[in-house]
């Protein structure tokens, strides 16, 4: 294979075979040895990502390789290495020969590492290759690819605290496959009760393993791909607690040792400073990270947590959520974008400014087999830290455990206790059940999602507080009282947006809908149909939605009727903003044809009488026999689309579009394209030419409500 270099800025074009190495200004400490590496045929060029490559001796000044094309490898005793594991998994894609041509080509250290020993002696390699990867991240994860293995592996080890007589024990196994992901635990107690204190000790453990007396033992397990294990690559240590600062660590830490980082409050050298001070040392420390991020080459990592982060309304505003909107791969950082986000980083608040401080430090600190504590996080610092702390490696988005989580529910502030403890989740997985998790009740769906997913199995359920009451309670009507409420069915109230073009939030936005509108087909496949135009018309743009979907038609006027009707009627909001163009807004609701049955006749005939119905609720079918309510009655999910300004007249809109669901799949009829067609979907859908919501249509037949919603409501009341 050819081999060519490119100086700074050159284009790569189609041409031969060849890898092709375009020529990077970045200045590690006087020594320039970074480059963009291509592959290129004659048809397609691929990014394969940032290598570093060094010659022996070399001094600090420009790259003694000259630019030019090469029959084999460029001159001299050259040694390369890879700034990430992308970089080795791009060049493993390309199969095995050219793997193998492009890094015995470049000596790359991973691929030999007996090139790494020789490497070693030269200045270049420490100062340069090596500023911002740990050796044995070299030796053991980009290895492993370079020679053709996997990205990530299973992982498995074993804290024992320490103390005399039984000893405790902690095992922990996480597995790259598994869905939900295994590397995130969760340790709860009460206040006093040592979770503080088990961390700094395995942390400590990790570091110091001779000091097992004191700090307890870690164990590397065996794996299915490792007899011997490895060691963990760094400890990490975060903590918003002025008064658990793990600063012991930092302070005594032997620099042979597994490296240790503290991230988070510095105790009194930041608390206790004056604003202005704090605000300096915030602003410092910020700088720092980003110009880290920049070194390590993990801008988009930053840029993707910083766009999850962005689910904050509030950070989504600021000028730093917007940086990072524009950021695209390859981009250049300048030192004066640096400076502006510097500055627009100290305009912010003090909740935003730690966690965006926290999580653009993790960014370049976290790499596979790096152990990560965290301790006292306060939720009001930021709904979405939880979920970018997963999102941190790109490439297994953690975060699933804790899907669909926008912030503290008010019930969190009034009931800590049972926010945290009202039931125990245990994770099953194909052929083995890994250590469970607690997660909140309190948010309406999540316990009803979960069971609903074969990935989960609800083990056990443990009332505290307020929920003490529930002991007498079999287990069924004990999980129905958790899932909703006396109704028996989950009230979803959803808000989210997302972008098409940031891949992983989008995933989980649209996850996030899946499960608010769960077990309602109708509402699920209208949603999904407009979400798959939207995708393709925003571009860089944004969509956003607002689902309420709170119970089936009957029991809405069981317990709505006739004064609070709105809080149990189904409603979608949803508007899409391209970067370019007229934005599209969009609602939904059940519209009535003016056709159908009479209500009580309908009810009857689904539901034949209130036993019944109850033991449609208890048997989980209510969204099936819902279903065929609405049909008789002639009334049906319907998303109304406009295109153009969202508070335009009506002159100025430019479309309509009316989507409805036809034969199991969903239609859209537009006013522009396909006039006629659109104006018989509105005959359709409207009753003597007018649009009548369900509201509506319940008012405009008080009389059979009322009897309906007292035949019914003693009975279900009763129960």
């Not at 605290?161 to 590397?183: K, Q, W």
């Not at 999580?359 to 709904?383: I, P």
Request: charged fraction near 25%; hydrophobic fraction near 40%.
């Amino acid at each position: 294979m050819k081999f060519i270099v490119l100086p700074q800025d050159t284009p790569v074009r189609s041409g031969p075979e060849a890898a092709v190495l375009v020529a990077d200004d970045w200045d590690d400490f006087g020594f320039r040895t970074s480059y963009t590496l291509w592959y290129r045929d004659s048809v397609t060029q691929t990014n394969l990502g940032f290598v570093k490559v060094a010659v022996a001796g070399q001094e600090d000044g420009p790259s003694p390789i000259r630019a030019g094309v090469y029959d084999g490898s460029p001159p001299g005793e050259l040694f390369s290495l890879g700034q990430s594991d992308l970089y080795y998994d791009n060049i493993k894609k390309l199969g095995h020969d050219r793997r193998e041509e492009i890094l015995r080509g470049l000596s790359d250290v991973a691929y030999n590492p007996d090139l790494l020993e020789t490497a070693m002696q030269y200045p270049v390699t420490r100062s340069s290759l090596l500023r911002t990867i740990d050796e044995q991240t070299v030796r053991v994860q980009f290895n492993r690819i370079a020679r053709g293995g996997v990205r990530l592996t299973e992982y498995r080890f074993r804290y024992t605290a320490p103390g005399h007589g039984v000893e405790s024990t902690l095992d922990f196994a996480i597995d790259p496959d598994s869905r939900p992901s295994s590397n995130i635990h969760v340790l709860i107690g009460r206040n006093g009760v040592g979770k503080t204190t088990l961390l700094r000790n395995l942390a400590a453990a990790v570091v110091w393993p001779e000091r097992h007396a004191k700090f307890g033992r870690v164990d590397v397990l065996p794996t299915s791909t490792s007899t011997d294990g490895e060691r963990f690559v760094n400890v990490v240590s975060v903590t918003f607690s002025a008064f658990d600062p793990f600063v012991e660590v930092v302070e005594e830490s032997d620099p042979q040792a597994v490296k240790y980082t503290y991230v988070g409050l510095q105790s009194a050298s930041l608390n206790d400073l004056p604003t202005g001070t704090q605000q300096q040392r915030l602003q410092s420390a910020f700088n720092a990270g980003i110009h880290a991020v920049i070194n390590s080459r993990d801008l988009m990592r930053w840029r993707d947590a910083m766009m999850l982060l962005s689910r904050d309304p509030q950070f989504a505003d600021s000028a730093i959520s917007a940086y990072a909107r524009d950021i695209r791969a390859g981009m250049k950082v300048t030192e004066s974008h640096v400076r502006d986000l510097t500055s627009a980083f100290g305009r912010m608040s003090s909740g935003h400014a730690i966690v965006v401080l926290t999580m653009t430090q993790l960014v370049h600190l976290v790499v596979e087999q790096s152990l990560v504590l965290v301790a006292h996080f306060d939720g009001k610092l930021g709904g979405g830290l939880y979920l970018a702390v997963g999102r941190v490696n790109e490439a297994r988005a953690s975060a699933d455990l804790l899907s669909g989580y926008d912030g503290p529910e008010p019930f969190a502030a009034e009931h800590p206790a049972e926010y945290l403890a009202l039931c125990v989740i245990c994770s099953r997985l194909a052929h083995s059940e890994i250590r469970g998790m607690n997660m909140e009740g309190a948010r309406p769906g999540l316990l009803s999602n979960l069971a609903d997913d074969p990935n989960w199995a609800i083990r056990a359920f443990r009332g505290t507080g307020a929920f003490d009451d529930t002991a007498a309670f079999e287990e069924r009507d004990l999980f129905r009282f958790l899932t909703g409420d006396d109704r028996g069915d989950s009230q979803i109230l959803y808000t989210g947006s997302a972008s098409p073009q940031v891949a992983s939030r989008w995933e989980g936005f649209r996850r996030e809908i899946r499960q608010s509108l769960a077990g309602n087909l109708e509402w699920e496949s209208l949603v999904n149909g407009w979400l798959d135009e939207a995708s393709r018309m925003v571009g860089d743009g944004d969509v956003g939605l607002h689902i309420y979907n709170p119970c089936n038609l009957l029991q809405a006027i069981i317990h709505g009727w006739p004064d609070r009707m709105e809080e149990f009627l189904p409603m979608v909001m949803g508007e899409a903003v391209p970067a370019q163009g007229q934005p599209s807004s969009v609602r939904g609701a059940l519209c009535w044809s003016g056709r159908g049955v009479s209500l009580p006749e309908a009810v009857r005939l689904v539901y034949r009488d209130p036993l019944f119905l109850m033991s449609n609720m208890y048997g989980g079918i209510m969204w099936e026999r819902d279903q065929e309510l609405l049909d008789l009655l002639g009334l049906q999910y319907v998303l109304l689309e406009k295109i153009g300004p969202d508070r335009a007249r009506p002159s100025a809109i430019n479309e309509r579009r009316i989507w409805v669901r036809r034969e199991q799949s969903v239609r859209a009829y537009s006013s522009l394209a396909h006039p006629s067609a659109y104006a018989q979907a509105y005959a359709e859908i409207a009753a003597d030419g007018e649009i009548v919501s369900v509201t509506q249509y319940l008012n405009r037949h008080p009389r059979e409500v009322e009897m309906v919603a007292r035949e019914y409501r003693a009975l279900v009341h009763a129960v």
